[in-house]
């Protein structure tokens, strides 16, 4: 079996989707696929330095517009899948239209090879924040990406949903963490916090990915305001590469803590190694992620505060569903995390400080995440793959 991923971001580019089909290729490489990734040029980094990985990578494209289709086209007549993946985000691949007739346009070029299966996994359904007037334009090349697909995937329930409404038959396949849960070896936790500045009395909350409009950046700065000897770790990185309206929206978060006089209360960090970001997740005390549309499997964010059984604080979905799948294990208040309203300052507190005030309900809800991570391992996420691409080649 050979399968070519199409992926507008892949490392070291920061971004969950780029990270997600990383861990997938890998997988697949263990079940015996052979693999390639197409790519932005701007994950050359990352051939230098895995030159010995198990898979093709093809850092080849260097813009995501209608000349790109030309390097997906030769992509193919070199790797000859009988598999051809799209990992689809829209920001991901520029907000250009391209990939999305990729499936009806590429089969027509000259000398093309003997038609691949087209499968497409969607991330993200939700309205681009980059492009949220584009209205009907949007939603009907979306719709023609899903229908000219052979198969496909949707990575939470939400987006499950969604796509039954178009009339396409998706599978549920879902994301998992894009961090390993070890952290270096010489990891000891009490000075790890010593050497982020936090001391043994102080409780520290962490903030895990980057910051956008969807993830409740001042929702969570407000409620640091209101908990006494705090400090909060905003750690994975400031800044994702597909959207640029990010850079504003820090900005604001930034201006925020200076206003509310708490700039020596909240600690940045880079974008980090895994075994970095592990460290950090392992040294909080309360994982705050208080998305503004609610918690969704869709967000690697959680994913990887589930895999490493953190107490996790998070929203509920603002706007609950008539109808809802529920084919995957559900976030439950007190057995897995604590669920607030979003847009909530004053809940984020009263929860995160709840939380603090029981070493017993941290331990309950940390171990109900980790037991609640083991649906989604990257082996059985890739088992779920490999049926799905074996259906579509007999």
Same mark, same amino acid.
């Given at each position: ?130 492009? #949220? ?36 038959? #998706? ?224």
């Amino acid at each position: 079996m050979r399968v070519l991923f199409i992926t507008g971001e892949f490392p070291p580019m920061p971004g969950g989707v780029g990270a997600c089909t990383n861990e997938i290729a890998r997988a697949l490489v263990a079940l015996g696929a052979q693999v390639g990734v197409l790519t932005s040029t701007r994950a050359r980094e990352f051939v230098i330095r895995n030159s010995r990985e198990a898979f093709v990578i093809l850092p080849t494209v260097s813009k995501w517009n209608w000349f790109s289709l030309r390097a997906i086209a030769r992509a193919l007549r070199e790797f000859a899948p009988g598999i051809i993946h799209i990992q689809y985000q829209t920001g991901a691949f520029a907000m250009h239209p391209a990939i999305n007739f990729a499936p009806r346009l590429i089969p027509l070029f000259p000398s093309f090879p003997l038609r691949p299966k087209f499968v497409t996994t969607f991330h993200d359904l939700r309205v681009p924040y980059l492009f #949220p007037k584009a209205g009907r334009v949007r939603d009907w090349v979306t719709h023609e990406l899903a229908r000219s697909s052979d198969a496909v995937i949707a990575t939470n329930d939400e987006d499950f949903m969604k796509l039954e409404t178009w009339d396409v038959k #998706p599978a549920l396949i879902p994301i998992g963490s894009n961090v390993t849960t070890q952290p270096f070896t010489t990891y000891q936790r009490a000075a790890w916090r010593a050497q982020i500045g936090v001391a043994e009395n102080e409780t520290l909350v962490g903030y895990f990915g980057f910051l956008n409009h969807s993830k409740g950046g001042e929702t969570l700065i407000r409620a640091l305001a209101q908990i006494p000897n705090a400090k909060l770790l905003m750690f994975g990185g400031q800044l994702g590469a597909s959207d640029p309206t990010d850079v504003a929206y820090l900005a604001q978060v930034k201006s925020l803590i200076t206003e509310l006089g708490l700039t020596a209360r909240v600690i940045w960090t880079k974008f980090a190694p895994d075994e970095i970001v592990s460290a950090h997740f392992l040294a909080c005390d309360v994982c705050a992620l208080p998305y503004r549309d609610g918690a969704s499997y869709r967000r690697g964010t959680l994913m990887a505060g589930l895999a490493h059984g953190c107490a996790i604080v998070t929203t509920v979905v603002s706007r609950q569903s008539s109808v809802v799948s529920q084919q995957l294990p559900a976030l439950r208040d007190q057995e897995n995390c604590l669920l607030i309203p979003p847009d909530d300052p004053r809940a984020l507190a009263d929860a995160i400080q709840r939380a603090m005030a029981s070493p017993e309900l941290r331990a309950k809800i940390g171990a109900g995440a980790r037991d609640l991570a083991q649906n989604f391992t990257w082996d059985k996420i890739a088992q779920q793959h490999f049926a799905l691409y074996e259906k579509l080649l007999v």
